[in-house]
């Protein structure tokens, strides 16, 4: 069974960066397609991106192209998500999620998910 | 972009009424990509439908998913406890877009 934990709470000001760690256990980051997904009061569920295993490659959502950055250490089973820029607009609970089609498909629906990691952008 | 609108925004029920939450996209799907989640508060999203209408694992038979085209249903026939939460739609169409949800709350 896939286990997903964040990082804890970050707070940042404005115009500063956030990276928010996914640690997997029970598979290996070879075995899942990780995504990103954030949550706001103002915007509900948005997806940031994600690995899409059948292009082989990293996709963004088109709004956080060119200031969002998703890297993954197989080392240790650990993804990150890194956002810069920040302005309070980014005040969201961050959350992990594998893709139901695990290394094979991309299926874009999501199964397991991380508790989330609430980030706070305040001056 | 495909842009997804749920209603009602809030369905007020007694337990064991049916729920019936409604998901429209703005855009025909050639294909069934459509999932549902359920949130409870502090917690994070729950898979409960994908491709429409089958249900992911451990997910009982009350929980059913319908639709095609640019209008799909998920119907909670006989509301338990456990289900008064919020739930969301996704389509996965054409990159991923989410709903803006349905809270399911206690009458």
């Known amino acids: 069974q896939v286990q997903v934990v964040q990082s804890g709470a970050e707070v940042k000001r404005p115009g500063a960066s956030v990276k928010v760690s996914c640690e997997v256990s029970?598979?290996?980051?070879?075995?899942?397609?990780m995504h990103w997904v954030r949550q706001s009061p103002g915007r509900g569920l948005e997806w940031l991106g994600g690995?899409?295993?059948?292009?082989?490659?990293?996709v963004y959502a088109q709004k956080f192209k060119g200031r969002l950055t998703l890297t993954e250490d197989t080392s240790t089973d650990t993804a990150y998500m890194e956002l810069s820029s920040l302005t309070s607009e980014d005040t969201a609970v961050y959350y992990c999620?594998?893709?139901?089609?695990?290394?094979?498909?991309?299926?874009?629906?999501?199964?397991?998910w991380g508790q989330g990691t609430l980030v706070t952008v305040s001056a | 972009e495909f842009v997804v609108t749920q209603s009602p925004g809030t369905l007020s029920l007694s337990p064991g009424e049916r729920a019936t939450l409604s998901c429209r996209v703005s855009?025909?799907?050639?294909?069934?990509?459509l999932a549902w989640y359920q949130q409870k508060p502090g917690q994070a999203p729950r898979l409960l439908i994908y491709?429409?209408?089958s249900r992911a694992t451990g997910i009982p038979d009350r929980f059913r998913g319908s639709g095609s085209g640019t209008d799909f249903t998920l119907t909670i026939s006989r509301l338990e406890p456990e289900d008064f939460a919020l739930y969301y739609c996704?389509?996965?169409?054409?990159?991923?877009?989410f709903g803006g949800g349905t809270k399911v709350e206690i009458k």
């Open positions: 999620a594998t893709d139901s089609g695990g290394s094979s498909v991309s299926a874009g629906y999501f199964d397991h």
């Open positions: 029970g598979h290996t980051l070879f075995e899942v397609s």
């Open positions: 690995f899409d295993t059948e292009e082989g490659e990293t």
């Open positions: 855009q025909t799907m050639a294909s069934n990509n």
């Open positions: 491709d429409v209408s």
């Open positions: 996704q389509q996965y169409e054409r990159s991923l877009t």
